[in-house]
């Protein structure tokens, strides 16, 4: 591909191969011209009926956040359009904030991240008793989420509210902007949260009167102005999700593919992988709440190893399905809890 500037409506006649090719500071993403705007619109209006003065810059950058002690938000690229949704999708699998719903859920999470940027609550002594130390270890892919607790409100997916105190603060934040809730109903007998959520109250009507001290100058990862192509970044993103896997305990395929190796090929575990891959993935989703993509590879990985194997199935494909997606999912957590897959003891 040449080097000049590709608009965003031309990206629908060229293939995924030629899109990938390109840099990113080739192509032309306005914002004002996408529908993005008008979710922006939307957040304004929202910050606005809640009497906060601060209006957040949004720009397209090459992930969702909130570029530290800045009041700007990066909104990932890829949902400028519908062309790069479905890049997006057949390079990662999932297209994160790719539906009205999540993308105001995570506009307003980095909003609330936007609000301490100008106003460095996390500083005061009081914010580190509600919310915990600022300085707290950061592991957002592998905390033990408590999911009874009612100290923290629930807002994005796995709990977030309870990976660090930041995020703590963005997710009472969000949902103590979002217009839809009723957060001192909804959180009435929750008494950890709604603690947060009255002092998230008290804030908003303390900052009317405080001055904006958030940094200034060029926003980091403006795809504006990254040389990377599109191929490169998707390897690197890959990469990062798709952690080194330890061997996947042959023991444990066995028995769930324990058939005669004697039998015909379509009963082999590796056509069977192939053939349930995407319903084993979904369920294993749902019930871990871990990007289809990390799981997609797990997935890839065992049936790989069935093959090197030559496992058969030995009983109903259901019966086998519901124990690959259990097998699957137990290995999953503890990757969320340990960053390993491993077997649960």
Known sequence: MSSKTIKAEELAELSDSDILKLRFKNIALNISETEIQEYINQLYSELEAKGLVFKPQIFFGDEWFSPEGMNAIAVPFYLANTRLKHLEKSQMLEVEGGDPEYFMKLLRHEAGHC???CYKFSKRKK??????????????E???PQPFSKGYVKHLERWYAQAHPDEDFAETFAVW???????KKEYSKWPGALKKLNYMESLAKESVKLRNTSEKGRVPSNVANLTSTLEKYYQKR???N?????????????????????????FSARRFMKRHKKDIVATVAWATHERKFTIDALV?????????????LGKSENQTTMEVASFLTSL???YLFTGKFKREA
């Open 332 to 334: 999953v957590k503890n």
């Open 300 to 312: 890839k990985r065992l049936t790989d190893r069935c093959a090197q194997l030559h496992l058969r």
């Open 238 to 240: 890959r990469r990062e």
């Open 127 to 140: 914010w580190s008793q509600v919310f915990g130390s600022p300085d707290k270890d950061y592991a957002p």
């Open 177 to 183: 902007l979002s217009p839809n809730i009723d957060w």
């Open 242 to 266: 798709a952690d080194e896997y330890p061997d996947f305990y042959d023991t444990d395929l066995k028995t769930i593919f324990n058939g005669d190796t004697a039998l015909k090929s379509e």
């Open 115 to 117: 609000f301490d940027h």
């Open 142 to 144: 592998t905390y033990r």
